[in-house]
């Protein structure tokens, strides 16, 4: 069982940052792949970006990419997704997700835990 946390959300306006945290806990849970997800109202939940246990490999949405930047610290337990120039269209629910496959997986259904979500708005 893995427990996840998200946290960092809130209103930011277009083209300013936000970090959101994932704080993790349970058996194993450094192994494991981590993912973050978006959705917003009346879409389906997306592909954000994924990061490997160690941190030496991530993959990310085109959508996001150059702008969006994932880490994690094993150490403390927590995985960060940094935003950087944010749009309007970025608005959604964040969660983060882990997932005990060995390679990062785009599709929700390899992931195995999620958080509850965390909540980013981006004002035009």
């Known amino acids: 069982q893995v427990q996840l946390v998200e946290s960092g959300g809130g209103l930011v306006q277009a083209g300013g940052s936000l970090r959101l945290s994932c704080a993790a806990s349970?058996?194993?849970?450094?192994?494991?792949?981590m993912g973050w997800f978006r959705q917003a109202p009346g879409k389906e939940r997306e592909f954000v970006g994924g990061?490997?246990?160690?941190?030496?490999?991530?993959l990310y949405a085109d959508s996001v990419k150059g702008r969006f930047n994932i880490s994690r610290e094993n150490t403390k337990d927590t995985v960060y997704l940094q935003m950087n120039s944010l749009k309007p269209e970025d608005t959604a629910v964040y969660y983060c997700?882990?997932?005990?496959?060995?390679?990062?997986?785009?599709?929700?259904?390899?992931?195995?835990?999620w958080g509850q979500g965390t909540q980013v708005t981006v004002s035009s």
């Open positions: 997700a882990s997932s005990s496959m060995r390679q990062i997986f785009t599709t929700a259904g390899f992931y195995n835990y």
């Open positions: 349970g058996r194993a849970w450094s192994t494991y792949v």
């Open positions: 990061i490997n246990w160690s941190g030496s490999n991530t």
